[in-house]
């Protein structure tokens, strides 16, 4: 499906903290309209729809059904991406869905074929790959894969959502969330995968209640995860993440070291690479990601190329896979313990 002669028109499923990120982006861009909105709480649904001039309809199905949309912004739970995604892909409807790919590997690879058999757009939210800093560090890499990698997270999770005051009730549940292992070290994950492939091995080990949760004994979730990837081109990944709320500002950064090659990647609130290469030094900054992954993916929707999107169905398959192996290894940590 082509966008309407008068612009691109969105839909939003969900209407939470997620989808107001995207609504501040999507406000400030040319040819864009949100057309359609629903959530599980109308009441949340009709505030958006009052204040972007949209229709709030009653669920996913009529919103794809209704034919006031180009595009979709899926910002449910991950549990949640699987049905609309795929339906809004075999509907010819371009979709830009939040990460992780899933909360289960089933839903992933469904969502994954259908993304390939419907040669639809579909853009999923792992936003740094949109920087262009990271086709800096490949150029720099020139076609070598990392020898190690090291990131750091350290920060809150997404204050809109006042998780420590259990304002969200899905993700207070990791079963639902996979807490911060899927809703921060899953960017790290992503974006090493980005650099250096499938993982071949990972090994991870988690902590409760010494960071942001220690006054909250009775949360099931973690606050300190550590991860250690091995990928099949022979590179090293490690992704340490606390949910850190005295981290002020937030620390978000790679390190990327190969033959020659020593470079640092800042990637919030500055987007900005420096280092060495093969003897020469790298200087170089990015607008913010949030902005041009939407763009990137509008563009895509546009031109009607699945591949112009920064991250495909198909590369967040790759760290999904990742990430569940992390998870997995963490329940046979705490099952040993």
Not at 12 to 32: F, N, P
Not at 224 to 233: G, H, I, K, N
Not at 301 to 322: E, N, Q, S, W, Y
Not at 323 to 329: F, H
Request: with cysteine; net charge negative; proline share 6%.
């Amino acid at each position: 499906m082509t966008p309407a002669e008068g612009g691109m028109r969105i839909g939003l499923i969900g209407a939470g903290v997620m989808a107001r990120r995207h609504l501040d982006v999507l406000r400030r861009l040319e040819g864009v309209s949100v057309a359609a909105v629903c959530d599980a709480d109308p009441a949340r649904a009709e505030a958006v729809a009052g204040e972007t001039g949209a229709r709030s309809l009653p669920d996913w199905e009529t919103v794809i059904g209704s034919e006031l949309v180009d595009a979709l912004f899926v910002c449910t739970p991950p549990g949640a991406h699987a049905a609309p995604a795929i339906a809004a892909m075999g509907a010819g409807l371009a979709v830009y869905l939040e990460k992780p790919l899933a909360r289960a590997l089933d839903d992933g690879d469904a969502i994954a074929a259908a993304w390939s058999s419907s040669g639809a757009v579909c853009a999923v939210g792992y936003q740094w790959r949109s920087l262009d800093l990271v086709d800096r560090v490949r150029a720099a890499l020139a076609g070598a894969p990392p020898g190690l990698m090291v990131a750091r997270s350290y920060g809150p999770t997404e204050p809109g959502r006042r998780d420590l005051e259990g304002g969200s009730e899905w993700f207070a549940d990791p079963a639902a969330s996979g807490g911060i292992l899927f809703e921060l070290a899953s960017h790290d994950i992503d974006l090493q995968v980005a650099l250096a492939g499938a993982a071949r091995r990972v090994q991870a080990a988690s902590a409760h209640g010494l960071l942001a949760l220690a006054r909250t004994p009775e949360s099931r979730l973690d606050d300190a995860v550590a991860v250690t990837v091995e990928f099949e081109s022979g590179a090293i990944g490690l992704v340490a993440v606390g949910w850190n709320d005295a981290a002020q500002p937030p620390l978000y950064t790679l390190d990327v070291q190969a033959q020659d090659v020593a470079l640092e990647l800042v990637l919030d609130p500055a987007f900005t690479l420096s280092g060495t290469a093969r003897g020469e030094r790298v200087e170089a900054r990015s607008p913010n990601p949030r902005v041009t992954s939407v763009e990137r993916f509008l563009a895509a929707a546009r031109a009607g190329d699945p591949a112009a999107v920064a991250c495909t169905p198909a590369d967040a398959l790759l760290t999904l896979r990742a990430v569940l192996a992390a998870e997995a290894a963490i329940k046979r940590c705490q099952a040993s313990a």
